[in-house]
Every structure is written in C-alpha cells, then in structure tokens.
C-alpha cells in the first residue's frame, strides 16, 4: 500500500546533517527519492532514536520536544554521555511524525524521566552494540575497551576505532535491550554539568525560528473569526467588504467555523474585523459570581476515592475539636506571550502540519479523524512556538489551519491574535475542595477528610479535543482514558485515618484542559494550607507538624535541609507582626503525585494591611528530582514554576459573562510583572545514582499554600480563594479584627 | 494606491511599499524585511515582545503605524548586536542562561538597551520599573534582572563598547 510505503520511508541520506536542512524543507523537496534509505520511528528500536554518519555526527530523533524548558539540551546531554560522544556531535530532531518515535505528549514532568530514560537505554544498547563489534575487530575483549568521543580504544592504550569506521554508514538494526549496561554515574562528564542551553544564542541573538517565523512557498495567512459567544452558532456572514482589501483571498466557512485568508498578514488581519457575522445569542455560562456554587451542584460522573488510610468514620469522637475549610481556585488560561500559531499544506491527500503543539503523535491522530484520512497521510512537525505551559491553543489552532489549508489547496500560516489565545485556549479548571479534621485532646489529627470538585479527568471529555472538530461539526478523536487513571492526588503524610475523594464533574463552564501541575496545584494548596490551619489551632510549629507526620526519608532530609537553609525560626518565637506593612512566612511541601520529586519551599511575603496587597519578597527551595542531568537548566526551571505560581496565586484569574470569556488581553488578564518577582534561592540535592525525576512542574504545586501560609504568620488572615487580590486580602484581614 | 515609505533599519535605507499607510511597523520587519527577533504578542502595546528602536527610543512595533516613523531610523535585535559582535545585554543573557522560551526576551533586551543608553548604572528597582510592561510568562525575570544589571556593570567600566 503506497500509504504505509511513503510513512515508512524516512527520505533520509545517511547524513544526519541532511536531515537538518531537510526538517525546515518545503514538502516539494521531500521528493528526491534516490537518496532516501528508510528509517523506523519505533520506540523499541535503537535506530528510532539515533543515527550516526560517516563523519561521526549523531542525530537523535526525540519524541519530546523543547517547550522552553530546556529539555532539548538535557536530552541531548543524556544521549551524548550514554553514548560517549562530544555533546557538539549531537544534532537532535523533535516531534516529527514521520521521523521521531511517538514518546507520547510532552507534559506532566515526564521529558527526563520517561523520554530521557527511553534515550538512555537506546543509546547504551548502541554503545554496547558498537563495543560488541570494536572487541571482534579489535580481538580484544569488550571489558578490556573503552569508549570515549565516539572512538573505541583498548584500554591498555593502541589504536582504536571510531563509531564512524565501525558502522561504515550503517544504520542500527537492534531492538533497545531494557537491559544493556548503563554508564557508572561517577564516570559521568556531562550529565550533571551545567551546559549551556542549545537554543539560547540564536533566542538572544533573533536568528530561532519559531513556528511564526516559518515560510513555505506561496504560504497566505489567515485569520480566525471565532464565535462571539462560546456555543454560539454562525447565522450569517458576508465579506462583500474585505473584497476592497488588497491581497484579500477569500473566507472560510465549515459549520461554526469562519476565517478569512489573504495573501499579506495585515489584510488577514484587517479582513477578520471587517467581516460581517451574525452569531446566535448563547448564553450557556454560569454567574462568575456563582461559579463555585455551580460546581457544587454540577452533575457528578462518579465519586472515586482517591487515597484512604485507616478508616475516617471510626475514629474516635468524644472530646475532639473538629476543623473545617473550604478551598478554591479560578479558571486560568494558559496565557502564552506568544498567540498559538501553525502553517500546514494539504497537496494530493496529504496533510503537512507545522505545529507547536506538545503532543505532535496524538495531533496526527485527531487531524486525520477530524479531516477522515489514513494518519499515514498526515505529518505533523514540530517548531517550537511560544511557552506553553500545557495544553495551550497550540493544537487548536493547528486544526483550523489544516481544515483552512484543506478547504482552500495552498499552504497558509494561521496566526491566533490575543483575543484568540486568551477567549480559546482551553482552561485551567476552577476547582473547589472541602476539608476536616478531628483533633483530639493531645492534639493528634484523628481523622482528615477532603473532597475535591474538579473535571472529569484531564480532561477526558472537552479540553483535549481539536477546536475546528467543534466548530466544523467534523469527527472528534480524544485521547483514551489510558494513562490519565492516576492524577496522583492525596497528602504525602502518613494519618491514622485520612480520605481524599474526587467528584468528577461533568460540566465545566467552557472547555477544560491541563496548566502545569493539573489538580495537584490545587489539592496541595488545600492539603498544605489545612495543615497549616491544623498546626495554628494547637500550636505546633508548621515545620513541626510535617515531620511529626513524614516517615519518608528523602522528605525528611529535605525538610530538614529547607528549615536550614530558610534560617526558619519556630512560629512561636516569630510574633505576629503589628505594622502596617506586615511580614510573614510559610512553609509548604510535596512529594510530586505522592511518588515522585520531593520539593518544599518557604515564602516571606508583606502584607499591607492598608490596600490588601501581598507582596513575595524572597522564596528559599529545596528540591529533589533525584539525579541532575542539568543543574542551571534545573534551576532555570525551578525560578520559573516559582515566579509563574505567584502569578496564578497573586493575580490572575480569567473572567466571563454568560456567553464567553471576557479576560481577552493582559488589561483583563494580568499576569506578575517585574516590581512584583521576589528573590528565589534554591537548594538543589542531587542524588547521581538515582534515576532523574521530572522538575517541570513539582515547584508550581507548594506556591500557592505557601504564600497563604505565610500571610496568616503575618496578619492572622487566611486566604481560602485563589487569587489573593486586594478585596480578598481586605476581607480576610477585616475577618481577624472582628475576632 | 502603495505609498513608498522611507526607512533606516538596521543602518541600511530601505524603501517599504505599503497599500497601507496605517499598518504596524511589525508586519513591514516581519514580513517584508525578514527579520524575526521582533515578535507579535499582542498587538495591543501591553506586552513588549515586539519591542524595536525608533531613533534610540524603544517603541512597540504592533501598534505603530508604519507612516508614523517614515524617515526615522529603526533598530532591532538583529541590529543591535551579533554573535560576532554582541551587544553587552547580549552577552549578559546568554551568559545568565536568561530565557526559557524566549519568546519575550526580544522585548526584555531592546527595552533594557533603552535604559542603559540613557541610565548608566542603574538601580535593580530602576532595572524592575523600566520593564514593568514587559511581560514573560515563563517566568524568568529572575534571569533577566541578573543579566542586565551584569551588562549595566560591564558598560560601566567599559563605556567605549556601545555608547
């Protein structure tokens, strides 16, 4: 079947080089079929992943692709180490359908943690492979060689071979061994180095290609026309005045779905305001002002308990004190500094994506269901776009420039403009969580019950569809259940009787998906700051009370390490402060999904208590991700996921009216801006001989709770609402004076 | 009716032909002349990204009518400096590691050059407050502020480098 024929064929030379030029090609020159050898994209090939030229130069082909994070060095510092070969050798290829092997979506803090630990093995079974053929050219024993910059020598000293010689332009054949011998971490020389990032220069210097940046041939732009109102429908539309626009091409129109194209950007622009469209009133939103109260009441999927230890309902009653709160936290929008853009080319039944998208293997799938074609004949490639932080527009508006591309047989740039990103990205959901607690007369917590509202799980029925599926009334392919079974929710503290139970909902006010650190942002500004309440009604010291109930002993060491470096006095001796700008501090902590990166963080804010603002002036963490493929790039990571939740704590908060978003620019939305961003100092513990955890989202998780812990040290107050704007902080501290 | 506008970019005169005269200076940079350190962000002026220089002042590029700056004398990032030839805020940030994505830091450095060309030696609050409308959602502005105020130490001793 030809199909099948063309998606195997990888049009690659042998030089990994060639590949390069050939990634950012136009698809016209993809035909040059004499020089193409083929090349498997599967993940249990070592051939999935690498190739090494002639010249010694090694290409990796990835799966997870580099948001911003970092994650395109760290992995290239991985390969090169397992693989014993100059860091410079290594060119890296991502999230290319016809060339990567699917790693799965680059999300949840799983790049170094899975995809890493997938390229390690690839490449230690390469290694291995290439020792196995050096000790029988050699006729010496494989334990009596080293490898070293892509050369293999005995190591008595003599001469050697090259990977280059001994693979003689061959590709590899070998399945991934699980396996194959792993490099000593103490031999290490470039994992755990600070190198520099790959992508900065050309970042710094304005040469990086971003998908914005990308042209094809006779590409034209366009330009959506989205909805006036979130589930409105298109009545009329007429375009009979964009005709006086010079390079004006024509609109779009499937179903909901309108855009217009032109051959400039700036007539695209001009033509999607001057457009004339009639929208059905839709008026399917909650109150804002009701939002929690509609979760509350929102039909539920299912109740599943989440975590249980003991039983909650025979603890013992008499004499206990009982403890209650009630927690929250708004819709976000993802609010990348970038709009979401794409380019795609639909030639003879063939689509070609340039996508930002986070899951470049998963868009393939739901573009061919959406346009009814085999995914052999869709391609998607990754270009990086701007910071996404999770399932931003990026894969919708891919859909609509393939739908666009489709309809109109030339290739077009879509490019969202602000109003797009911020009414159409799908939504961090707002979430809501119940708490209790019975303390008895030792001041033991006897029992700890929670309740968490939030979408069905992420998000298994709105947010992760394509929105031109929705728009064009055209077939819809979610993502399976699989894999999204254990959202890793739950304390980190051993109890006597504790539960955590989900209510799934099945109604979220517009289309939901994940923003760094799904639901555990969430349950752990209610776990922590509960804990805190709990510590605050029997005077134990906030440090204290963790310890009390942690039998791990990573967390412990960590704890510990964090009350050092912060210089944390116990709440006792630190009186709460009377002045008028009050100052404060909190402490916060997670084990990332209960099994993963350990990180807990100390806030010093201020208060004022004249105009309710809280200020962040210094966060200390301490962080263990296990072993530091990256330690600079690590940091790099933990500084943002700080300044970034002080932001969604501080600040921001999407807005809506019955019928759409209403917080459609940054005057709406505001985000942290400079006066505002605190110091961070950072305790990295790196542990070389365990396997590396993810860092991408752990620290986003303890911000929130830290920061209302911290409040109350100051002033008393507790923050229950996200975000803690002035009005709120007024009404808490008017809370404490009439107490 | 295309009227010819007049333009110094990046030390070079350049003749841009525009059908209209109230188009963004960013889509002539972007899209005539090529060059994409400039970004679109929100085309509303509130978040830097397409920050460039108007006669050695920083200016948003989304939101200024291209016959608003005929004649004038533009500058981008591209112009400001080269790996050959840096910049001192350039060096600074790549030195610092000073972006995630990146998408921003075209704002964050023509914004911080307008400063140092004016401010020598300026203070970490004056550094906050002269880029208090440029938005990073990434988070880096911890990276950020270390690199200009690291460029603004160095331009100080060497002051012959970038006037």
Known sequence: ?739 | MITPIKLTVNGKACVLHTEDPNMPLLYALRDELGLHGLHFGCGLGQCGACTVHYDGVALRSCIMPISAVAGGAIVTLEGLGTPEAPHPLQRAFVDEQAAQCGYCINGMIMQAAALLATTKNPTENQVRQALAANLCKCGTHVRILRAIMRAAAQMSEQPSAHA
């Open chain 1, 1 to 739: 079947m030809p199909d099948k024929e063309v998606s195997r064929r990888a049009f690659l030379k042998a030089s990994g080089g060639l590949v390069v030029t050939f990634v950012f090609a136009s698809p016209s020159t993809r035909c040059d079929a004499a020089a193409l050898t083929e090349k498997t994209v599967s993940p249990d090939e070592v051939g999935g992943f690498i190739a090494i030229d002639a010249n010694g130069l090694v290409t990796l082909y990835s799966g997870k692709v580099e948001l911003g994070t970092g994650v395109l060095t760290a992995i290239t510092q991985i390969i090169a180490e397992e693989l014993s070969v100059p860091f410079a050798s290594v060119t890296t290829i991502q999230g290319d359908t016809l060339l990567t092997p699917n790693q799965g979506p680059t999300y949840a803090s799983f790049s170094i943690q899975n995809g890493g630990a997938q390229i390690r093995r690839a490449a230690a079974t390469a290694r291995d492979a290439l020792l196995t053929r050096a000790s029988s050219k050699l006729g010496v024993a494989k334990d009596l060689l080293r490898t070293d910059d892509g050369l293999i020598t005995p190591k008595s000293g003599g001469k050697g071979l090259s990977y280059a010689q001994l693979l003689a332009g061959q590709t590899f054949t070998m399945k991934v061994n699980p396996s194959a011998p792993l490099k000593d971490p103490r031999d290490y020389k470039i994992v755990g180095t600070p190198v520099a990032r790959l992508d900065i220069p050309d970042k710094i210097f304005g040469k990086f290609t971003y998908v914005h940046d990308f042209k094809l041939p006779g590409m034209l732009h366009a330009r959506m026309v989205h909805p006036a109102a979130a589930g409105a429908s298109l009545e009329a539309w007429n375009d009979d005045a964009c005709r006086k626009l010079p390079g004006y091409v024509q609109a779009v129109r499937k179903g909901d779905l309108l855009a217009v194209v032109a051959s400039n950007e700036w007539t695209a622009i001009r033509a999607a305001s001057t457009i004339a469209a009639t929208w059905t009133a839709w008026q399917g939103l909650p109150e804002q002002s009701q939002l929690f109260e509609y979760l509350r009441s929102s039909k539920v999927d299912r109740n599943e308990v989440l975590q249980s230890m003991g039983n909650t309902s025979d603890a013992p009653k008499a004499g206990n004190r009982t403890l209650q709160a009630t927690y929250d936290l708004p819709l976000n929008t993802h609010g990348s500094i970038g709009p979401s853009c794409a380019v795609a080319d639909f030639k003879e039944g063939r689509l070609t994506v340039w996508t930002p998208s986070q899951a470049s293997h998963l868009l393939r799938e739901q573009l061919a269901t959406m346009l009814q074609i085999p995914p052999e004949r869709v391609r998607c490639i990754y270009l990086e776009g701007a910071g996404c932080y999770g399932r931003n527009g990026a894969d919708d508006c891919s859909s609509e420039a393939a739908l666009i591309a489709k309809e109109i047989g030339q290739p077009v740039r879509l490019q969202w403009m602000r109003a797009d990103e911020h009414g159409w990205d799908p939504k961090g959901p707002a979430t809501l969580l119940d708490y209790r607690a019975s303390i008895d007369e030792q001041n033991r917590i006897v029992a700890w019950e929670s309740d968490i509202f939030l979408p069905e799980r992420p998000m298994r029925r709105s947010g992760a569809t394509l929105l031109a599926a929705t728009l064009a009334k055209l077939p819809k392919f979610g993502p399976p259940n699989a894999n999204l079974s254990n959202p890793g929710l739950g304390i980190p503290y051993v109890l006597t009787n504790s539960k955590l139970t989900a209510h799934w909902l099945l109604d979220t006010p517009l289309p939901a998906a994940w923003i760094r650190a799904p639901a555990r942002l969430q349950n752990t500004f209610g776990n922590e700051s509960f804990l805190d309440e709990i510590a605050a009604a029997t005077s134990i010291d906030p440090f204290e009370i963790r310890i009390r109930h942690l039998t791990d002993k990573r967390g412990l060491e960590l704890l510990e390490r964090l009350r050092q470096f912060a210089k944390w006095q116990p709440r006792a001796q630190h009186p709460r402060d009377a002045g008028a700008l009050a100052h404060g501090r909190g402490v916060s902590y997670a084990k990332y999904e209960l099994v993963r990166t350990y990180v807990g963080i100390v806030a010093d804010v201020t208060v004022n208590r004249t105009t309710g603002a809280v200020k962040v002036d210094r966060v200390f963490v301490a962080h263990d991700c296990g072993q530091i493929i990256n330690p600079d790039g690590l940091r790099n990571q933990i500084e943002g996921n700080v300044v970034q939740s002080i932001s969604r704590t501080l600040v921001e908060e999407l807005t809506f009216s019955r019928s759409a978003v209403t917080s459609l620019n940054w005057g709406s939305y505001p985000i942290l801006t400079f006066p505002d961003v605190p110091e961070v100092a950072i305790d990295l513990i790196d542990r070389p001989t365990e396997v590396p955890w993810g860092a991408g989202e752990p620290t986003t998780s303890v911000v929130p709770s830290a920061i209302a812990n911290a409040v109350f040290d100051a002033t008393g107050a507790r923050l229950r609402s996200v975000p803690f704007r002035p009005a709120k902080v007024q009404a808490a501290l008017g809370l404490v004076k009439a107490v």
